[in-house]
């Protein structure tokens, strides 16, 4: 795989990504710098190549998309990411948001259900040097084996909190998922104050592709 190199003109057009996403409301630095370091268009299917550094989501292969910049920040605004945390991500799709949050220093554990974007995602990291730990499996049943985690997030939309996430959080960890059906969820941060003790706050709406069930093989 061939893929396109990060111009002087790809850096500027992201410089005034960063800034767009600081005047709507993300202030954590240690996310925007890390969303400067992280070529997004390298992710991107050749045929938006162009729109990369718009503050949309764009089609992946395998009916899935590449979530928003805006959507990316506030997810990892939200996780409080330090460096060497042990995060859980589940949906790695293209790979963008697990390469923020290697940029902000975390060990990553991303899990994706579709083997075709498992693939994908992995030879973008092996080209820009990125290394997370990669599965291909059901995110619903988390990764115990690794676990538990400082952090996990949840980058497609679950009807309920996944169970068997919630036992793979570290006591004071910290889980974000947007909750809700079709078309509009909300954003969750559910911290673990103990066994069976939840703090929960909601940070407004979003829209995600929904998080489903069982594995997709293929390519
Ligand atoms: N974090 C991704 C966002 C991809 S969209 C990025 O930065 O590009 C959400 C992804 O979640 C899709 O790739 C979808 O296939 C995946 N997904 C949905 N349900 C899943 C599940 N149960 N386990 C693992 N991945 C899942």
Known sequence: ???????????????????????????NDNVLEAMNRVPRHVFMDNAFLNHAYQDKAFPISS?????????????????????RDKILEIGTGSGYQAAILLEMGARVYTIERHRELFNRAQKIHIELGYSAHYFFGDGYEGKPQYGPYDGILITA??????????????????????????????????????????EITDHGLFTFVPLLKGVVNGK
């Not at 996430?165 to 103990?194: A, E, H």
């Open 63 to 83: 009916g899935q998309t590449i979530s928003q910049p805006y959507t990316v920040a506030f997810q990892s605004d939200l996780l409080n990411v330090k460096k």
């Open 157 to 198: 939309a679950a009807g309920e909190v996944p169970e068997k996430l919630l036992d793979q959080l570290k006591t004071g960890g910290r889980l974000v998922v947007p909750l809700g059906s079709y078309g509009s969820q909300v954003m969750k941060l559910i911290i673990k104050r103990g066994k069976n003790d939840y």
């Open 1 to 27: 795989m061939i893929l396109p190199s990060d111009s002087f003109e790809a850096k500027g057009k992201r410089q005034k990504l960063i800034d767009s996403l600081r005047i709507k409301g993300i202030k």
